[in-house]
C-alpha cells in the first residue's frame, strides 16, 4: 500500500499529514481533502516548507458518499483516515465500503441532534467490512487511541487482565486567552456537558456532568483539578476486556474553563437543538463556535505541557499478587510548534492517527473487520510513539490510588 486520503482539514488533519509526509517510504502519495480547500491548500504549503513533500488537495463534502467514492477512485487511495468530524464517520465508512478501501479515524459517530457517544452504529458495519476484506479501525487518536493501546501493552506484558482502570488526561498548557478550548469547541463542549458515566460492577453509574473533581499530581507538570467524565473509550474496553471492575475518564480543566462553561450553559449556548434566530434556525452551539477561537491557530500562543495516560490494577503476570501501573506521555505545546506548527492537544491526537494508519499501510493492523484500537497488537504502535514525537513511560505504583 501506498496512497492514502485524509478527509478533514483542521487541527488533527494538519499535524497528521505533516507526520505522514515525514515518512515517504510509507505515506508515498497524501491526498488532503476537506469541506473549505483553502485550509488545505494552507496545510499543503506549511507541510512543503517543512518537509520538501508536495501533497494533493481538493474540495469534498464528506456527506456526499458518491463524491468520497469519485474522490477515491481518482486518487487511487487505499486507506481513508477520516479526521473531519465525528458526523462523517458512517458516511464515511459508507464510501470505503464502495470504493474497496480501509477506513481509520480517532472519534466515534455522534448524531448532530443527540450527544450519545457510542460504538453501537459503527460496530454494526462488522460484517460488511469482514466481507469485503477490509479493515477499519476506530478511535485511534490519543484519547480514544493511546490510552487503549497502553491499556493493552500493560496487559499483556505486565498483568493478566485488568481490575481497575482510570484514564487521567491532563493539559497542563495555557494559551492566555480567557476561554477557548483545544480541539473543536462543539465536539468539545458536547463532551463536557453530557452526563459523567463510569462503569462499575457490570453497570454504568451515572452522575451530573462536572460535579466529581479530584486533585492529582501529575508528572511534569504538578498538582491539578481533574473531573469524571464520560468518554467513548471506556464502552469500548469494558466490552473487549470484560474482566474490568471499574473503568472511569479524567480530564483536568481550571477554573476559569469550568466558570465560563457553566454561564454558557446555564444561558443556552450550548444546547444542540435548533432555536429559531432572526427568522433563521440555528443550533446555539455552532453559533458559540463561530464565535470562540479556532484551535488549529492557539498553537503559537501555548505554553506548557500534557500529560495524558493509564492507572491500571490487575494480577501480576509474575503470580497472584496484584499490581499497579502508571503508564503515560507527556508532551510539550512549546516543542509540537516547533516541529509541527500545532498545539500539542492537536498534536497528541494527529500522531497517534499517523501511527495507526502507518500500521494498516505495512500490513501489521490489516485484519478484515471492525476493530478498536485495544483489540489489535500494541507493540509496533507503541514502539513508534517512542520513534515519532510521543514517547510514553511506565511506573509501578503502590497500589491504585484512592479518588
Ligand atoms: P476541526 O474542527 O479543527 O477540523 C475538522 C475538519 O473537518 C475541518 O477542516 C472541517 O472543515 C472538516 N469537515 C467538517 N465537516 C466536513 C464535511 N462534511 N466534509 C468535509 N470536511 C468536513 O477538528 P479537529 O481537527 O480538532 O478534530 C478532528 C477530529 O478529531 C474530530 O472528530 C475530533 O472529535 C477528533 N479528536 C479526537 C481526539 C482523540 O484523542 N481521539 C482528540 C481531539 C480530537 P471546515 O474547515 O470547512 O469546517
Not at 500500500?1 to 483542521?10: P, Q
Not at 506484558?157 to 486567552?177: M, Q
Not at 500534557?306 to 506521555?329: L, M, Q, V
Not at 471492525?370 to 513511560?393: H, I, S
Request: glycine residues 8%.
Amino acid at each position: 500500500m501506498e496512497k492514502v486520503l485524509v478527509v478533514g482539514a483542521g487541527g488533527v488533519g494538519s499535524v497528521t499529514v505533516t507526520k505522514m509526509a515525514m515518512h515517504p517510504e510509507i505515506f508515498k502519495e497524501i491526498t488532503l481533502a476537506s469541506r473549505t480547500v483553502s485550509k488545505c491548500e494552507d496545510i499543503a504549503a506549511n507541510v512543503k516548507e517543512r518537509t520538501g513533500v508536495t501533497i494533493r488537495t481538493a474540495q469534498l463534502d464528506a456527506m456526499k458518499v458518491a463524491d468520497t467514492v469519485a474522490l477515491i477512485k481518482e486518487t487511487g487511495a487505499e486507506l481513508l483516515v477520516n479526521l473531519a468530524l465525528p458526523y462523517q464517520d458512517l458516511v464515511l465508512m459508507d464510501a470505503c465500503l464502495e470504493a474497496g478501501i480501509h477506513y481509520l479515524d480517532t472519534a466515534n459517530y455522534e448524531p448532530e441532534d443527540e450527544a450519545k457517544f457510542e460504538y453501537k452504529w459503527q460496530w454494526a458495519y462488522q460484517e460488511r467490512f469482514k466481507k469485503a476484506g477490509l479493515t477499519a479501525i476506530l478511535g485511534a487518536g490519543f484519547d480514544p487511541g493511546v490510552t487503549s493501546i497502553m491499556a493493552t501493552w500493560v496487559r499483556k506484558h505486565k498483568l493478566e487482565g485488568i481490575r481497575l482502570i482510570d484514564v487521567l488526561d491532563c493539559n497542563g498548557g495555557d494559551n492566555g486567552k480567557p476561554f477557548a478550548t483545544n480541539f473543536n469547541p462543539e465536539i468539545n463542549i458536547r463532551e463536557v456537558t453530557a452526563p459523567a458515566r463510569h462503569w462499575e460492577n457490570g453497570a454504568w453509574v451515572e452522575t451530573p456532568a462536572m460535579t466529581h473533581k479530584h486533585e492529582f499530581d501529575f508528572p511534569a507538570v504538578g498538582k491539578k483539578n481533574m473531573y469524571l467524565m464520560y468518554h467513548e473509550e471506556l464502552e469500548s474496553l469494558s466490552t473487549h476486556f470484560p474482566e474490568i471492575e471499574r473503568a472511569r475518564f479524567w480530564m483536568t480543566f481550571g477554573d476559569a474553563y469550568i466558570n465560563h462553561v457553566t454561564v454558557l450553559q446555564n444561558v443556552g449556548m450550548t444546547g444542540i437543538e435548533p432555536v429559531m434566530h432572526n427568522g433563521q434556525e440555528i443550533i446555539p452551539l455552532q453559533f458559540l463556535k463561530t464565535v470562540l477561537p479556532d484551535p488549529s491557530e492557539l498553537g503559537e500562543l501555548t505554553k506548557g505541557k500534557t500529560c495524558i495516560g493509564d492507572i491500571i490494577t490487575g494480577p501480576a503476570k509474575d503470580g497472584g499478587a496484584e499490581k499497579t501501573y502508571y503508564i503515560y506521555n507527556i508532551c510539550d505545546h512549546e516543542e509540537c510548534y516547533a516541529e509541527v506548527g500545532s498545539q500539542a492537544v492537536a498534536y497528541t491526537t494527529g500522531v497517534p492517527a499517523m501511527i495507526g494508519a502507518a500500521m494498516v499501510m505495512n500490513g501489521t493492523w490489516r485484519e478484515p473487520g471492525v476493530w478498536n484500537t485495544e483489540q489489535l497488537d500494541p507493540d509496533a504502535f507503541m514502539d513508534m510513539l517512542n520513534t515519532d514525537g510521543l514517547p510514553w513511560q511506565v511506573v509501578e505504583l503502590d497500589g491504585h490510588p484512592e479518588f
